[in-house]
Structure formats: C-alpha cells, structure tokens
C-alpha cells in the first residue's frame, strides 16, 4: 500500500514532523524564487501573506529559521 502523502498545511501527525518540514522547506524556497523575495527573519515569515505558515514544532523544539539556506530547522 502507497505511503499517504504529507500535508505541509495541516498539523504534523507523531512521526512525520520530519517530512512535513521537507515538504515545507520545499514549498519555501519554490515561494522565493518565484515572489523573488528571500525574507530575512523567521518572523517575517509568519507575517508575509506568501508561503504557508511551517508546521508547529514538537513541545520542548523551537524553529530556527536560515536565510542563506531559505530552511527551516528545528533546534
């Protein structure tokens, strides 16, 4: 049976967080590349209206967002 596909825009199921901020990160850079816009902060993320929000992190993680990259991390 075909794994189910991972939903970058719902709340990550326990054991895929993983794959869902993949999935995000991908969703991400393909956002910059075509607004042309790399934004500077994790915060401004949240903010713009462009990409989705990334997934929520598990309870005692925290999201560290890298510009050169265009990733976001769990730390």
């Given at each position: 049976?075909?794994?189910?596909?991972?939903?970058?825009?719902?709340p990550?199921?326990?054991?895929?967080y993983?794959?869902?901020?993949?999935?995000y990160?991908?969703?991400?850079?393909?956002?910059?590349?075509?607004?042309?816009?790399?934004?500077?902060?994790?915060?401004?993320?949240?903010?713009?209206?462009?990409?989705?929000?990334?997934?929520?992190?598990?309870a005692?993680?925290?999201?560290?967002?890298?510009k050169?990259k265009?990733?976001v991390?769990?730390?």
């Open positions: 049976m075909p794994a189910q596909p991972v939903n970058a825009y719902s990550a199921a326990a054991g895929d993983n794959a869902q901020l993949e999935l990160n991908r969703v991400l850079k393909k956002w910059t590349v075509t607004s042309g816009w790399v934004p500077p902060t994790l915060k401004d993320i949240m903010a713009s209206y462009g990409p989705p929000k990334p997934p929520q992190p598990p005692g993680r925290t999201l560290v967002y890298d050169q265009v990733a991390s769990l730390q």
